[in-house]
């Protein structure tokens, strides 16, 4: 390692897809290793064998892939380390900092519930440290923690963090199946990759002077810490499924594009200390600094999301969205024209907060729309009225010349009505065009229709469609 280099870690679980709060630890790790010429660590804390969950792996890699967070080492699997952990779990049993319990399951059963009936923490009590007679074929090691003094750290968010030791539980280091629990193996790992900052969630605060007991027993230096706010919903609660805590899979699978995620992403408990809020994932590195990251829990807000992702989607050329939104339209649209299909894109991209919007608000191009024929009422004008409006609005497309520009598309309508009610012609040949109470204009749906071979035909159909159904 070089002198003074930085090195940081993200260490998910495999319990689970990769979720938007582990994506945010993820981003501002990298964003700080980036930012500071230093190296990016994936680390796979898989020692729970029982929680596992199949393919999480491959979605945690496959996922920091998408978002352009690549790391420079690993993945290193915590499950493949076991040698390491039991070595230095030994050389703190030898030294006093740990010892081996036997209390069976039963045991520390009744603790909880006396503990729970006087209505305080769980906190073992220490029986087998002073009965080092106790045997049998099980135990787990736990750590000693010192009942007297007190454990404090600087936090680069939360500043000085103090605790009573007499607070803590000595808590277990090695389990009875051999595969050490969190507290134990990513401090060992923390200092054998040499991590010099743990930025994580603040849910790790309370386990953390715990942490530095470990370090000082071992005689290793102590890493910084910084502390991320919890994600909380608009109401202030605790992000659920519901509002929002969702593995990031679901998000990409919606239409929203990377880049509007993580631009999100990053002002959940940070922001740059300006207005401004659209940056790529090189200008956050420039900008990112821990010194701006907020105490106060950040807010996951999915109207936020959408705003960042529209912003995106506009700023998208017509072709590239194109391919983008290909996935998302409920059918093969391989066999159109590439004309008509980006006018389709283009007309529509300015209304589009996710890419999965898409085939809902597209689908009366390739389908006959189904509506209420209430629908086609402009204000309070008669079924006879209707009926000459949608008329007129045929026999102005039946004289167009092809090919023919949106502009001549207008000026002919709009030659048409002169001083008239423009929406007592347009609101009910919309309607009959799209089925839909809102949607793009008449005459930017028209010049679309016309980039297909039989566009016109299609038009005429649907124009006297709507004449029919009143």
Known sequence: MKLNEVRVRFAPSPTGFLHVGGLRTALFNFLFARKNSGKFILRIEDTDKS???SGAVENIKDTLKIFGLNWDEGPIFQSQRLKIYHE???KLVAQGSAYKCYCSNERIAELKKRAESKKQPFRYDKYCLTHPDQTGDGFVIRQNVP?????AFEDLVYKTIEVENRTLDDGILIKSDGYPVYNFANVVDDHLMEITHVIRGE??????????L????????IPQFAHLPLLVDKTRQKLSKRTGDTAVKEYTEKGYLPEAMLNFIAFLGWNPKTEREIFSLHELIDVFDLRNVNKSAAVFDLDKLDWFNGNYIKNKSVPELLELARPYFPLDISSYPKQFLEKMIEIEKERLDKLAEIGERTGYFFNEPQYDKGLLRWKQATDEAIAIQLE????IISNFQFPISIQNIE???LDEIGEGDKGALLWPLRVALTGLRASPGPFEILETFFNLPDGKEIITSRIRNAIAKI
């Open 88 to 90: 230095h779990a030994s």
């Open 411 to 413: 000026k002919a309508f």
């Open 203 to 212: 849910e790790f605060i309370p386990s953390t002077p715990k942490h530095i």
């Open 392 to 395: 007129r609005a045929e026999k």
């Open 51 to 53: 929680r596992e969950v």
């Open 214 to 221: 470990l370090y000082e027993a071992l005689g290793w230096q």
């Open 147 to 151: 009942e007297q003094e007190k454990t």
